[in-house]
């Protein structure tokens, strides 16, 4: 029973740290013991971080109250994002986190939806759609019905660096205990090669059973000690710089992020209760700092609070997000750029998985190997999701996009565009994070038009499937009239 794991130490704080600490606090309890090293010298950018639905399920599981978390937070409600330019200049599409129409046995509403195409009826697929329809009229409300045709699924905008300090309010009242200092050294098990203490700048020692690098793009345990090795997809996903900034509010807070596509990346704006958040995402190599600097203060919708910040990164990730006694969570286990919201959901998977596979007496292989297996596929079924925005695009306006729409893309990717474009075909891989809705959206919006549809939708009679249409279309139209204003909704569920 030695080799019991008692302890986790976790390096570095921020999101990742906090979450880490809080899930594993509420969840394993009262068999381990936590603390979390980090320095106060270590800032945060601040930025707007936004969210995708799972989130919610974390708050829960923590037993977070919601109006005092987007009090806390300065949070908004987020129902999607609005793509801006991404397929040709001046159109845009939404991605919501709702699905258009209703499901259907065997054959998806999109069929029926593309037969009424051809017969003439000309509504866009979006109009079915109960979360781009609250969206667009800037409403919003917690909807309670029995009837999943009317489920209104939403995350959070929030301020990340006040996000952080919540969490760690949290942990600190559940027990976890908070070392600051420096790591100057890592000491490791000369037999096993495990992780067996850190040694603090000031001399004090920290010994653990179980370690968790939250330090970032630097992976101080990950990669600089242990030296595990890093895929570039880089050459799929070429942007490796961004400038953040925040900027003063809106009087109308949007609930929903827009991604706004530029001549070498995209803008990111994010509304939050206090102050939107703003970012540049870019490749280097089709732009210059300074003309990404311009692009993006020139692209505000309100005064600049500050100047831009910058963050360089390498997409990508670690070949072991678990490696030996040392799991990396967060920057320190990859970066997928943030197009679609999944930063903190990877820290949020990551933890949950350690959970499922906690070590009891003592570290397992056949546990760090599916830990391992799981990270690398949940990593890459994002990366053909993200490279799926940059690679279907009709822009010629500058070689970023025409480099992007002429390179090789992985043949998972390539398999599912051409099932999707011969007869609007979609299937869910294996714990792939984006449902069918969220491929359907993004191919439709990015200009894949299926040739043909599933031959169940010509099942029904024409005058049928024009009533069913119509019927659906009414049925998720029908809230908005009662719906508040999304700002309505937040002074009223978040005051005290």
Partial sequence: ?????????????????????????????????????????????????????????????????????????????????????????????????????????????????????????????????????CAREGKFAQIKSKDA?????????????LYAVYLRKYCEKLGVKRTEGKVEQISLNKDSGFVESLILQDGGTITGDLFIDCSGFKGLLIQEKLGTGYDDWSHWLPCDRALAVPSERFDKTLPYTRSIAHSAGWQWRIPLQHRNGNGLVYSSSHCTDEQAHATLLSNLDSKALGEPKMLRFKTGRRRKQWDRNVVAIGLSSGFLEPLESTSIHLIQSAIVRLIHLFPHKGIDDSAVKEYNMQSKLEFEQIRDFLILHYHVNERTDSDFWRDMRTMDIPDSLAHKIQLFAQNGKLFREQNDLFLESSWLQVMLGQGIIPKDYHP???????????????????IKHEPLSSLPSHDEFLQQFCKV
């Fill in 1 to 133: 029973m030695k080799n019991l794991i008692k302890k986790v130490v976790i390096v570095g704080g921020g999101t990742a740290g906090w979450m880490s600490a809080a899930l594993l606090q509420k969840v394993v309890g009262p068999s381990i013991t936590i603390e979390l090293v980090e320095s106060e010298e270590i800032g945060s950018v601040g930025v707007g971080e936004a969210t995708i639905p799972p989130i919610r399920h974390v708050n829960q599981v923590l037993g977070i109250d919601e109006a005092e978390f987007l009090r806390e937070t300065k949070a908004t409600i987020k129902l999607g994002i609005q793509f801006e330019n991404w397929r040709v200049q001046n159109e845009h599409y939404f991605h919501s986190f709702g699905a258009a129409g209703k499901s259907f046995a065997f054959c998806q509403f999109h069929h029926f939806w593309k037969r009424g195409q051809q017969l003439g009826i000309d509504t866009s697929l979006w109009e079915y759609d109960l979360n781009y329809l």
């Fill in 149 to 161: 045709i009317l489920e209104l699924p939403y995350a959070y905008h929030f301020d990340a660096s």
């Fill in 456 to 474: 169940i939708a010509n099942n029904l009679p024409e005058h049928k499937l024009r009533e069913m249409l119509t019927n659906i279309k009414n």
